[in-house]
């Protein structure tokens, strides 16, 4: 089992910057994955937002977060962030973080609320 909780969220002005982490438990560590952030925005789908792989060497973003934010890990304490800097209205979302296996997520956190006033 694989237990993620998310933290730092919160409400900012636009150009603001927040650092959300998510820390894992349980009887797996994240170090030998690749971990995602992905965000869900009211009345919309969940998005991808940015991955890292498992020894934090190689970084993907979604074009409209890229150059803003930066995903990060700390293996030593099981430990994924996500900086977010200049931050939009429209990055306003629930963000979570997620273990990635082949083509999917397999163990979500519960979420951390982001909401960009501006």
């Known amino acids: 089992q694989v237990h993620l909780v998310e933290s730092g969220g919160g409400l900012v002005e636009a150009g603001d910057s927040l650092t959300l982490s998510c820390a894992g438990s349980g009887s797996t560590s994240l170090s030998t994955y690749v971990m995602g952030w992905l965000r869900q925005a009211p009345g919309k789908e969940r998005e991808f937002v940015a991955r890292?792989?498992?020894?934090?060497?190689?970084?993907y973003y979604a074009e409209s977060v890229k150059g803003r934010f930066t995903i990060s890990r700390d293996n030593a304490k099981n430990t994924v962030y996500l900086q977010m800097n200049s931050l939009k209205p429209e990055d306003t979302a629930v963000y979570y973080c997620a273990r990635r296996v082949v083509g999917s997520y397999d163990y979500w956190g519960q979420g951390t609320q982001v909401t960009v006033s501006g």
């Open positions: 890292i792989s498992s020894g934090g060497g190689s970084t």
